[in-house]
């Protein structure tokens, strides 16, 4: 099965949207300390960090399958540690342009493994 780009982008974002998902949590969470029914957020929060750390281990161990390093940091930056385009490539020691070519080598030898 062919996968295009935007549905690996897709398929790397996954862990940031769990990320983003137990911090909305947690203030939810903190707002509902007050009336006393925290059972149901906390194991709501509980679920979505195992479907956190799940879906990071399984990004991860993709992307450390690649063979070219350089792509390899392109995506763990962007894609794993959540930096911009811009702070990425300054890590890696490249211009946004070279960053962009980077990934988008990237992205094409990236392998979906679901």
């Known amino acids: 099965m062919q996968v295009d780009n935007e549905e690996k982008k897709r398929y790397l ?5 769990s990320k ?4 909305r949590l947690e203030q939810e969470l903190q707002e509902v300390e007050e009336m006393g029914e925290v059972e149901e957020i906390q194991e709501k929060i509980k679920r979505e960090r195992q479907q956190q750390i799940k879906r990071y ?3 991860r161990q993709q992307v450390e399958a690649m063979e070219e390093e350089r792509e390899k940091d392109a995506l763990i930056y962007k894609y794993i540690c959540g930096m911009t385009e811009d702070a990425a490539a300054k890590k890696m020691g490249y211009t946004k342009r070279q960053f962009q070519r980077i ?6 030898h990236f392998e979906v493994c679901r």
């Open 20 to 23: 983003r998902a137990v911090k």
């Open 57 to 59: 281990e399984r990004v």
């Open 13 to 17: 974002l996954s862990y940031q949207q």
């Open 103 to 108: 990934n988008k080598k990237a992205l094409e």
